[in-house]
């Protein structure tokens, strides 16, 4: 590149930034920097060029920011100590304090904590036994590694002896972990004892190398930390091997290490198929946390989730950060790692910081929408950081800094860092970003630089690609090894600083020791080694002076952040007998996601005689001519899946290639090497003969809906093709998931233009042939098409599945209950209210109803968390966020807490609450359920319908109870009742026209709620239905839910810039107004014609129009003018169809609701509200209230603008664009704050 060339590129980048950050609307699109030479010729003269010359010229103070300066003092000798003597140094400061947390999946499974002094007393009696048993300073302990507190003991019980820690991952092959026990050459080996229960003990194969290639000298068999801090080891000859040392738990080991002592072993790929070990250092492991402290707020009170690879060096940050902060470690189980949940486990236990792959961060976030605010930090490591990663994370977790970490094994802690702020603090800074996050600067005393390659003693300047180094005084050590390989590899990799004469720093360094600078550790320390790690990798400064990455130089790849060397994949394969000549490279799919391919050219002789040998001489006669693609695929089929297999027990499961291809011959270029670029890669057609073989019946027989749709997933699902699919192939099975789900959705109404079908289909119909079943019913309603295939299974032409199943479920009735009081003295006699969804937004509202109003009751709240104190913790946060919370709930013993999961039998309640409760409880309020519209009837069941059974058993045991339980008028959202106009819905009503025809699994699981508990009410159950339309916010403070409807429909009609005429009403009513009548008639009946329980329907009087509620936004200074509803829709589509869009539709869950046809959608049917007014009347005689039960707090203009006000204070909507007929309201700063400490809001998933 000539100098001419590299300053228009410097120009282009430095003016980007420039007019982004200062002059946004002058230059918004910052030019893409990763396009190579091509594109730098084709911009030579852009605009910001010109731009960046006219900068220059008009401002001289601008300047291009200095590189690093390579010759500065990087303070080798600043040793702070050894992380396991820090850490015993806190355990003695405060030995209760929590340390490590193992969290449960299930109320079931207890929660397990263990303090700082039960850690540090295990370790020591861990370290003892190393000792007593001959342990040396640098002897190697292996760990046969599980997930959990175990794996912190052996960690710090190795280090106390004066050990080097390794790690053996149990889900490696067994020839996998043989090579990394010779790499490593340990001296002692643990055995957790979850992985042995979990994974097996390891293999005769990997024992039978350690007792025959290891001279072991103590093997702990089965390590385990029980719940009252005792340790055990495992039986040897006939007791436990650690049961010696249970004296000297109290006694730290005083073995002395120093900054250069080596305390890990870590593991990363080799060029010839064998394993590199990078040996540690103490300095690293200590050095830089001071500094992270200050710099990213990090302290004693923060909460580390425990989520990086057991066997990747990564996770020495997750353990060994807290310990040296004193904080806490909070350790998922296994089922949430990798699995949606992860954001609802992160929201629960209240990470505050988490160390993630990108790949782990897409994990967490993938398909979540719970919002987990208590993060602070999120630091990234270990692949390429995208903008569209952190914006999703930034959206769920507001709170949250993201530090892009650069580094690698060998650099240890020394690594750059490039910092994101929270969305709560800059909501706009991913704007001025490139679609993939700088490496940033180093961190303290670290300089990454950007080298010349073609002259080493030059830094390139701005826009300059170059070669990346790393230089620090925290390197590792260096690969583990004696022989000559190793040693020129730690040469070529380990790079004396060639910026500076060493002798400068020998000079300080005579001068500091003479002076008695240093501790007695100077005599395990070598010195300052001024040396600079090549990391391998491209990059280029930027304008602001961070670093941007651009590749690698060599064939080490880093894929879902795993680090592969594609030659350690060849070497394997090679040794393959049926395998001749191959190459592994990285190619990208059809997706443009990164996948490992494998060309292999096989022994075509040697393959063919097993053939013959093995598959009864089956080979294709026809095809041994044929060295076309097609044509080898066909015949090598069977050999491409032994490769693969193969492979498998030799390399980790993420460093099989996805696909193996025959070839005939490799392509070389002239001079005789592969030519990679010439590598072909398939297309699908091709790729379907990789496939599994289908009988042909399967085939012929699919229909032409099945055939169709085949293709659709072919074009969505990662690495498929349509002749991969059957009948029974299962969307999600085959790599789909809630996104790709949605983009299913948009394809079906493309290729299907008359179908009507709500995207829930895909979720409740995965297979092929149930989804093309829903698309041939929904294009033939009344069954006239001879070729749509049945729906799989037997509908009953009567009932639908969920009014069938509800049916059955009363046939488990008693023929009668007992019935409880219908009349209460509780002014006399205070009762007991068994509340669940205590924690949801109209749960809070009814607590605060039951403890603040005349009721006089004791509360027992329903709440999900690990333990009571959490849960009354949480339930205070919350309550305190909506201005609801009293002090004197807890101090007068009004309010208790226990935990369970509403999904779980007996609510998740232990046996013992379980039955207390029977003796107690005088009112159960059952408000707890799970709100999804997108989720089937059987999703749903357990949450919903079986936590109403089980509620209804806690009424009719023991004591009778009566049961008040919130149901909600989507169980009236179908034709049979919207179609009822003018006409009013009575309470007495018995909903037999919605047991066929609602469309929704939520609707429906209320629908069988309701008909048990009115079946139960027919038997002498007493109680209250609540059946309410839509809950809107406090109508005092504006508070509101923002996934609610309404308000997504506020904020999607402003991102489209138009709002549709609908003259349909709303049945809105605040949530004061629902609390009131909850509580109400849970203490005051409602009227019931021959039962004992009754229905009491709440509804807006006045009800507001939809054209009403969405006109607020124009009343209010929005600019959203009226449009057809057409018109709209219109708009919608586009805006979701637009892949430029950053922002998601806030519609986009309800997306077939809102344009399938809305009007007909929103009608709804007026309500006949007699018994709710009755029982509210006779409710508020008790309470004084004054003014009108039904029309006070009615929804109206004004109250519309206290809930757009707070949309705004919380930064769901922007602010009104204009000055409109009427001004936000002003809220409460006290409230505000108490929100955004809570950052309230939305809603769970399960209250």
């Known amino acids: 590149m000539s100098p001419r060339e590299n300053f228009h590129y410097r120009a282009e980048t430095s003016a980007a930034h420039y007019l982004n950050r200062s002059h946004p609307t002058a230059y918004t699109t910052e030019i893409a920097i990763a396009n190579g030479e091509k594109q730098r010729n084709q911009e030579k003269r852009s605009r910001p060029a010109r731009l960046y010359l006219a900068l220059l010229m008009m401002s001289p103070d601008i300047k291009e920011p200095p590189p690093p300066d390579p010759t500065t003092d990087l303070h080798w000798g600043d040793y702070r100590g050894a992380i396991h003597e820090i850490f015993a140094t806190n355990a003695k400061r405060f030995p209760n304090r929590e340390c490590v947390i193992e969290t449960s999946q299930s109320p079931r499974t207890a929660q397990r904590t263990f303090t700082y002094r039960q850690i540090n007393e295990s370790s020591n009696q861990l370290a003892h036994h190393f000792l007593a048993h001959g342990c040396k300073v640098g002897d190697v302990v292996m760990i046969y590694a599980y997930r959990g507190v175990d794996l912190v003991v052996a960690y710090i019980g190795a280090l106390k002896a004066g050990a080097v820690v390794s790690v053996l991952d149990p889900q490696y092959p067994p020839e996998r972990q043989k090579i990394l026990l010779d790499v490593a050459r340990p001296r002692f080996l643990v055995c957790i004892q979850r992985a042995n229960e979990e994974f097996g003990k390891p293999s005769d194969i990997v024992m039978d190398f350690v007792a025959s290639s290891l001279s072991i000298k103590s093997t702990v068999p089965a390590l385990e930390l029980s719940d009252n801090g005792e340790l055990k080891g495992g039986n040897v000859e006939g007791k436990d091997c650690l049961e010696p040392q249970v004296s000297g738990r109290e006694e730290f080991s005083n073995i002395f290490v120093g900054p250069d002592s080596v305390p890990t072993l870590s593991f990363t790929s080799g060029s010839e198929g064998r394993p590199k070990g990078v040996q540690g250092r103490h300095f690293s492991l200590t050095y830089y946390l001071p500094w992270m402290a200050e710099k990213f707020g990090l302290s004693e009170e923060d909460r580390f989730s425990l989520l990086s690879g057991i066997a990747h060096d990564p996770i020495q940050r997750d353990i060994f950060t807290p310990l040296f902060l004193g904080a806490k470690i909070v350790i998922p189980p296994a089922a949430v790692i990798a699995h949606e949940l992860l954001a609802e486990w992160m929201k629960e236990h209240g990470v505050t910081v988490t160390h993630l792959t990108p790949a782990m961060g897409q994990i967490l976030v993938g398909g979540a929408t719970t919002q987990f605010p208590s993060l602070r930090n999120a630091f990234f490591v270990g692949d390429l950081l995208t903008k569209k990663d952190c914006k999703k994370l930034r959206d769920l977790a507001p709170n949250a800094t993201v530090i892009n970490l650069y580094g690698s094994t060998e650099t240890q802690r020394a690594v750059s860092f490039f910092e994101v702020p929270s969305k709560a603090h800059d909501p706009a800074f991913l704007d001025h970003l490139p679609d993939v996050i700088p490496v940033g600067q180093g961190m303290l005393h670290v300089q990454l630089l950007v080298v010349d390659r073609e002259d080493r003693t030059r830094l390139c300047g701005v826009g300059e690609q170059g070669e990346l180094f790393l230089r620090a005084g925290g390197l590792a050590e260096g ?131 097993y053939l013959q040998q093995e598959e009864d001489g089956k080979v294709f006669e026809q095809d041994l001519l044929d060295e076309s693609m097609t044509g080898m695929l066909r015949r090598f089929k069977s050999l491409s899946e032994g490769c693969k297999k193969f492979l498998a027990t030799k390399v980790p499961k993420y460093a099989v290639p996805s696909i193996c291809i025959p070839l005939a011959r490799m392509p070389l270029n002239p001079n005789g090497k592969i030519d990679k670029p010439l590598l072909p890669f398939p297309d699908p057609a091709d790729l379907a003969l990789l496939a599994k073989r289908r009988a042909s019946s399967i085939t012929a027989n699919m229909t032409d809906t099945q055939t169709r749709l085949a293709t659709i997933w072919a074009s969505i699902l990662p690495n498929r093709s349509t002749r991969m699919f059957v009948p029974d192939s299962n969307f999600f099975d085959e790599g789909g998931h809630s996104i790709l789900a949605q983009q299913l959705f948009f394809r079906l109404r493309k290729e299907w233009k008359d179908i009507d079908m709500p995207v829930s289909v895909i979720f409740q119909s995965q297979t092929l042939e149930a989804l093309a079943a829903e698309i041939d019913r929904a294009q033939d309603p009344i069954g006239l098409r001879l070729d749509a295939m049945p729906l799989p299974g037997d509908r009953n032409v009567e009932d639908e599945a969920y009014a069938a199943d509800a049916r059955e479920l009363v046939r488990q009735f008693p023929e009668s209950f007992q019935r409880a009081a219908t009349d209460w003295d509780h002014a006399n006699t205070p009762p007991t209210v068994f509340l669940t969804g205590a924690t949801g937004f109209l749960g809070s509202y009814i607590l605060h109803e039951l403890l603040e109003g005349p009721t006089k009751a004791h509360v027992i709240a329903h709440v999900r968390a690990k333990d009571a104190a959490v849960g009354l913790a949480r339930l205070e946060t919350i309550t305190k966020a909506y201005g609801l919370w009293s002090p004197t709930w807890t101090s007068t013993s009004r309010l208790e807490v226990v935990v369970g999961d509403i ?345």
């Open 903 to 1247: 999904s779980k039998p007996h609510l998740g309640l232990s046996q013992n609450i379980w039955d207390r409760l029977f003796d107690e409880v005088d009112i159960v309020i059952h408000n707890g359920a799970q709100v999804n519209w997108m989720l089937p009837y059987s999703s749903l069941r357990a949450a919903n319908v079986l936590s109403t059974l089980a509620c209804i058993r806690l009424c009719a045991t023991r004591k009778p109870k009566r049961l008040a339980f919130i149901s909600s008028t989507s169980t009236l959202d179908n034709e049979h009742y919207s179609s009822k106009v003018g006409t009013a819905v009575l309470e007495t009503d018995d909903l037999e026209g919605s047991r066929k025809g609602l469309s929704t699994g939520y609707g429906q699981s209320k629908w069988a709620s309701e008909f048990v508990v009115r079946e139960a009410g027919r038997r002498g159950l007493v109680g209250a239905v609540v059946r309410s339309g839509y809950i809107t916010g406090d109508p005092g403070s504006g508070i509101s839910v923002t996934d609610d409807f309404l308000v997504r429909l506020w904020k999607g009609c402003l991102q489209v810039g138009g709002r549709p005429n609908i003259a349909n009403t709303v049945n809105a009513v605040p949530v004061t107004q629902v609390s009131r009548i909850v509580v109400a008639a849970a203490f005051h009946l409602p009227a019931a014609i021959g039962q004992s329980l009754g229905v009491a329907q709440v509804t807006s009087h006045p009800r507001l129009t939809l054209n009403e509620w969405i006109g607020a936004l124009e009343m209010y200074g929005y600019l959203v003018p009226m449009v057809s509803y057409q018109e709209w829709c219109m708009r919608v589509k586009e805006y979701v169809s637009d892949a430029a869009k950053e922002d998601e539709h806030a519609l986009l869950p309800l997306f077939h609701f809102v344009v399938g046809d809305l009007p007909a959608n929103t009608i709804a049917p007026e309500l006949d509200d007699a018994n709710a007014a009755a029982t509210l009347m006779r409710y508020d005689k008790e309470t004084g209230y004054q003014g009108g039960p039904l029309a006070a707090n009615a929804v109206s203009m004004q109250t519309l603008g206290m809930y757009l006000a707070y949309l705004v204070a919380v930064g769901f909507l922007p602010a009104p664009t204009k000055k409109g007929e009427c001004e936000l309201p002003r809220l409460d700063e006290a409230r505000l704050q108490a929100l955004a400490a809570g950052r309230l809001g939305g809603r769970s998933a399960k209250t």
């Open 479 to 609: 690969y583990l090894g004696d022989d000559d390989k190793t040693a020129e590899l730690n040469r070529s990799k380990f790079l004396p600083n060639w910026f500076v004469d060493p002798i400068k720093w020998i000079q300080q360094y005579d001068h500091q020791v003479a002076s008695g600078a240093y501790g007695p550790w100077i005599k395990l320390y070598k010195g300052p080694r001024d040396r600079i790690y090549r990391t391998g990798d491209l990059g280029r400064r930027r304008a602001d002076g961070s670093v941007e990455c651009i590749g690698r130089i060599d064939s080490q790849v880093k894929i879902r952040g795993f680090r592969i060397e594609l030659g350690e994949i060849d070497v394997y394969l090679s040794q393959y007998q049926f395998v001749r000549e191959n190459i592994t490279v990285v190619r990208r799919d059809k997706d443009e996601e990164q996948t490992l391919v494998t060309y292999f050219v096989p022994e075509a002789k040697r393959w063919f005689q």
